[in-house]
């Protein structure tokens, strides 16, 4: 059932079930607005759920709040599964980057989104939400950043729950970083992930990630032959890479593991040839000896 939840006079929470990666099973959506209100994240695909997340939408107005658009954060089917029921539903208009406009060929998105454009919210006091354009997880993936409040929706960036995959194609591991980076500079107080709890001190989280990430480039690296040997495949490479996460996680982990060869070969550090992996270099490997605790349950990152 769904799990409404109040966090301020401007931002509610509601937990729907959605097809998303375990642990986690639900998806969050928010309504960020005192009156004017922009409901992030159309995720549930079923119609038990949809009709629940209609009602919660539509009980916003026994608050005097009054919803405006229908926003995606990105394109995965666990944010997007009820977007075109619900938007038809509440008549309401789509937002989203252009990236993910394309890749829901289904819904018009009458406005796309793009960094840096401020989202203005009537209201007792105006609230001014500032689009953060940051691809790494899925290239139209946005945050929703108030620098009043400090806090940050930050869709799939990170999680309190389970793992935020980095898939070879549909993300860019380097792009992650590089926009972790940018989130842990805000000084942001309150993050709004898409899967689990709202996190009350983001910044340590995102450094957390990103440590997480070295620690397992460190380890990738490490796991590599010398030009010499021949050579790894990726699944030659799994167990070893990810010693520390379950077997049954690794199909997951082998995605993660190519997208952090993939960055390590644009950066010269490994090559491919023929399905099997190298170091680049030929010479000795630093191999990770801290335990870094990694972001999320699965431990597959």
Partial sequence: MLRPRDLSRSIAMVAA??????????????????????????????????????????????QGRRPVAILATHHHADHVGGIDVLARELDLPVWAH??????????????RLEDGEAIVLGGPIPERWTVLHTPGHAWGHVCLWDEDSRAVVVGD?????????IAPGDGDMRVYLEQLERLAGLGARLALPAHGDPIDEPTALFRRY???????EAKTLGALSPDAAGGQTLEELVPVAYDDAPVSMWPIARLSLAS????L?????????????????????????????????????
Avoid at 17 to 43: D, F, K, M, Q, W
Avoid at 100 to 110: E, G, K, L, M, W
Avoid at 260 to 263: D, E, S, W
């Fill in 17 to 62: 079930r959605t097809p998303t990666l375990p642990p986690a099973t639900h998806t969050n959506s928010y309504a960020i607005g005192a009156r004017e209100v922009v409901l992030v994240e159309p995720a549930t695909p079923y119609a038990r759920e949809q009709r629940a997340w209609l009602g919660w939408a539509r009980g916003l107005g026994a």
């Fill in 98 to 111: 252009a990236e993910t406009a394309v890749r829901v060929p289904h819904v018009q998105v009458s406005r």
């Fill in 157 to 165: 960036m990170v999680a309190s729950v389970g793992t935020i995959l």
């Fill in 210 to 216: 990103i440590k997480h990430r070295g620690m397992r």
């Fill in 260 to 263: 952090h060869l993939a960055k």
């Fill in 265 to 301: 070969a644009e950066e010269g550090r490994a090559r491919e040839r023929d399905g099997r992996w190298t170091r680049a270099d030929g010479g000795p490997a630093h191999v990770a000896r801290a335990h870094s605790s990694p972001p999320s349950e699965s431990g597959a990152s």
